[in-house]
Each structure stands twice: as structure tokens, then as C-alpha cells.
């Protein structure tokens, strides 16, 4: 966790984009910080690109703040991103967050320095049985985590795969495929609740084969 400002432009390699803004920003005076991200799914594309460029030709006075944030970089947004990074206009500081270091080409890592915070998180064994599933232990489970994020349906999601390798329950390709259609669903934005509700009604009528 960063508890100052950082004053020159860096690369944040973190395990999660809304912890790490949420982290940071009361650091920085509110006129000062410009967030861009993209609002339907965690990818920064083009249009976030061309919005940050615009962003940094406003003149200000003051160093302003401008947060580059996508859990992956298109190659694209990136490449438009080289001129303006490498020459920032005066008073402006980039920081880019992001939670896939691979999705950073050299070239912009050869033009800013990082910073790698991502860090090893234990995963719970879900409580649920898996074995003995049935449509009372979903509706229970549904109902206690019928609110829960984005990032947190995605751990729930692995650690109900966890529960099912802790049980020895063997799948074949077909259900490990259910695991990774409803991470890939989350990550496009479906309701978590739909995802889990799906995923969990699958298991029940499988279980037999297990």
C-alpha cells in the first residue's frame, strides 16, 4: 500500500484497480485528480487513451494527477499513450493501474518506472458440499452473497472450485468449463448473482456424475 503521493509518472501493478484507487486518492486534492477508466469492463482502450491525451493538453497551473487505469492495456491505447508519456506536457504526473503486468509493452515500461504491489492472497475452501448440493444450499448461499462485487463473485467462484478439488470430486472437461464461462461472465460485467445462481444449479444437477 502507498501512503504518500507519488509525485513522477509510475506503473502500479496491484492485485485490485477500485482498492487501489480507493487507497490513494484521499492523498491527492480532488481538483487535481483525473481518473480514466473504462466503465463497462476493465479493459483501457483507445477511447480511454485519446481521453487522457486530451486530458493532459488542458493547462493547469498546478501538477495535476491522471490516472490511467485497466486491469489490461490494449496494445493500441498503449502505442497512442508513447509521445505523451514520454514528453508529459509541464505539471503533469501519469500513474497507470493496472493488475496484469503482461499486458504492458516494453515500450512503455522502458518510459516509466513501476512499482509491483501485487501480493499472494489465501484463498478460502467454500463451506459449501458439493456433493450433496441441493436446491436449499443454493437458495441459502444465493441469498447471503446476493450483493457481494465483481472481485469478490470471483474468488467465491474459485473457491467453490477449491471445495469441489478438496472433495475429491472429479470433473470432466465440460464441468471445468462451467468454472471458467462464469469467471470470463463476471469479467464482462454479468451480475455476479446470475453467474453464481447458474453456475450452482449446474453443479446440483452434475453431482450424480460426480
Same mark, same amino acid.
Given at each position: 500500500m502507498i501512503t504518500q503521493i507519488i509525485e513522477n509518472s509510475t506503473i502500479l501493478v496491484v492485485n485490485d484497480l477500485e482498492t487501489t484507487l480507493s487507497? @490513494? =486518492?484521499p492523498f491527492y486534492p480532488k481538483h487535481l485528480v483525473r481518473i480514466i477508466k473504462n466503465e463497462e469492463k476493465d479493459e483501457f482502450l483507445i477511447a480511454q487513451a485519446n481521453l487522457a491525451i486530451k486530458e493532459a493538453y488542458i493547462a493547469s497551473n498546478e501538477k495535476k494527477y491522471i490516472f490511467l487505469c485497466? %486491469? %489490461?492495456?490494449r496494445n493500441e491505447a498503449q502505442n497512442s499513450l508513447l509521445k505523451v508519456l514520454e514528453e508529459p506536457p509541464k505539471n503533469v504526473v501519469f500513474i497507470l493501474i493496472t493488475? %496484469? !503486468?503482461s499486458s504492458i509493452l516494453p515500450t512503455i515500461y522502458s518510459r516509466m518506472p513501476y512499482k509491483y504491489l501485487k501480493t499472494s492472497t489465501f484463498k478460502e475452501v467454500s463451506s459449501l458440499d458439493i456433493a450433496k448440493l441441493? @436446491? !436449499?444450499d443454493i437458495y441459502n448461499? @444465493? !441469498?447471503q452473497n446476493q450483493k457481494i462485487s465483481k472481485n469478490e463473485a470471483k474468488d467465491l467462484i474459485? %473457491? =467453490?472450485l477449491l471445495k469441489v478439488k478438496d472433495q475429491n470430486l472429479l470433473l470432466d472437461e465440460s464441468q @471445468?468449463? =462451467?468454472f471458467s464461462k462464469s469467471i470470463k461472465l463476471i469479467e464482462l460485467n454479468a451480475r455476479p448473482i446470475n453467474v453464481l445462481t447458474t453456475l450452482l444449479l449446474s453443479l446440483s444437477k452434475q453431482k450424480k456424475s460426480f
Open positions: 487507497e @490513494l =486518492i485497466g %486491469s %489490461s492495456f493488475t %496484469s !503486468k441441493d @436446491l !436449499k448461499f @444465493l !441469498k474459485e %473457491s =467453490i @471445468l468449463n =462451467i
